[in-house]
């Protein structure tokens, strides 16, 4: 099992930036894959930015050149550093673990991110 929580989400206008972090505990594989996904109400939830343990990157072409995504192996920790936030980034933001030695996807709670105009 593991538990993801996150913390850094908030109001912020529009230009702005906020950071979003994720620490990971319980059965923690080193070999996975840690992300961020979010969702707006009535839609999918979609890919933002993932990070493989070795540091590789990906990211959803709306977010490239704005949004960073970082890991701490050591610490089981990701963030997601937000710049030039418009209000079409308003979501609620969940961090996301993946691994191949595990059956499943984790999910953390979401964090909401309001973006004003």
């Known amino acids: 099992q593991v538990q993801l929580v996150e913390s850094g989400g908030g109001l912020v206008q529009a230009g702005g930036s906020l950071r979003l972090s994720c620490a990971a505990s319980g059965s923690i594989f080193k070999i996975s894959t840690m992300g961020w996904y979010r969702q707006v109400s009535g839609r999918r939830r979609e890919l933002v930015a993932d990070i493989t343990s070795g540091g590789s990157t990906k990211y959803a072409d709306y977010v490239k050149g704005r949004f960073i995504i970082s890991r701490d192996n050591a610490k089981n920790t990701v963030a997601l550093q937000m710049n030039s936030l418009t209000p079409e980034d308003t979501a609620v933001y969940y961090c996301?673990?993946?691994?191949?030695?595990?059956?499943?996807?984790?999910w953390g709670q979401g964090t909401q991110v309001t973006v004003s105009s």
């Open positions: 996301s673990y993946t691994s191949d030695y595990e059956p499943r996807d984790y």
